[in-house]
């Protein structure tokens, strides 16, 4: 699967994409993420500049149209498969599991990270992007989005999670809509805190009856929205 990132701060990946599963994922060639800085489609002056301020007035500056649509356009070029496209917005549909698994089956997605105010109308209106935001609050800038979305995406990949780590069974997947039941390791005691009785007993009946009771009683109290939607 190949994500191209347009975005003004493509330094804000290097940790993201050189730690841990998402490295071993790139390692093991089941992910490529191409980065390009918007600034380099900017006109070729000596600010090289990527913003302006919104007709009309009012606070903030906004991505150019006639930078973004051309820095798109030549990104698309860039590989055969033409993208699913998504561009980061708190305006956007709420990024979910459903909307993970879907990504996980395109062969190539592109995202566009939004700074300042966000993009020229325009921008949307000839693009058509699918707009997306990952949650009801305000970040700075899309790349923590762009990086929670490829991060959801990239553990669905086969071959990304080992089966020991199975994706198949986490909450919110689809026919799962409950949050995870609490889980214990060694040592049995500490400070006077001691494992449930029955995670012990080895009677696998009782443990699978549990743990689903106590998924529920989770559910029930912290996102009764999930269960009744
Ligand atoms: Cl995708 N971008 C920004 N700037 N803020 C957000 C968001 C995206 N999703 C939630 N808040």
């Known amino acids: 699967m190949r994500f191209d990132i347009v975005t003004l701060f493509p330094a804000i990946f290097d940790g993201y994409l050189t730690q841990s599963l998402l490295e071993k994922a790139i390692n093991?060639?089941?992910?490529?993420?191409?980065?390009?800085?918007?600034?380099?489609?900017?006109?070729?002056?000596?600010?090289?500049?990527?913003?302006?301020?919104?007709?009309?007035?009012?606070?903030?500056?906004?991505?150019?149209?006639?930078?973004?649509?051309?820095?798109?356009?030549?990104?698309?070029?860039?590989?055969?498969?033409?993208?699913?496209?998504?561009?980061?917005t708190p305006q956007g549909k709420r990024f979910d599991q459903p909307m993970a698994e879907d990504l996980a089956l395109s062969k190539r997605v592109m995202l566009l990270c939004g700074r300042y105010e966000g993009f020229d109308q325009r921008v949307v209106d000839i693009l058509q992007p699918e707009e997306v935001s990952v949650g009801d609050f305000v970040l700075n800038g899309g790349e923590v989005a762009a990086m929670t979305i490829i991060d959801g995406v990239?553990?669905?990949?086969?071959?990304?999670?080992?089966?020991?780590?199975?994706?198949?069974?986490?909450?919110?997947?689809?026919?799962?809509?409950?949050?995870?039941?609490?889980?214990?390791?060694?040592?049995?005691?500490f400070r006077g805190h001691t494992v449930p009785e029955v995670l012990l007993g080895g009677n696998h009946e009782a443990i699978a009856a549990w743990r689903a009771e106590q998924s529920r009683i989770k559910t029930q109290q912290r996102r009764a929205d999930l269960l009744d939607p």
């Not at 009012?58 to 070029?77: I, R």
């Not at 069974?169 to 039941?181: I, K, Q």
Request: with cysteine; net charge negative; proline share 9%.
């Open 28 to 88: 093991k060639g089941l992910v490529e993420i191409h980065r390009h800085d918007l600034r380099d489609w900017a006109a070729d002056t000596p600010h090289r500049k990527v913003d302006d301020r919104p007709f009309g007035g009012g606070p903030g500056m906004l991505l150019q149209v006639d930078v973004t649509v051309p820095c798109v356009e030549d990104v698309q070029q860039m590989a055969q498969e033409p993208p699913r496209m998504i561009l980061l």
């Open 154 to 189: 990239v553990r669905l990949l086969p071959g990304v999670l080992g089966d020991e780590n199975s994706s198949v069974d986490d909450s919110f997947s689809r026919g799962n809509r409950l949050l995870e039941f609490p889980q214990y390791t060694r040592p049995r005691e």
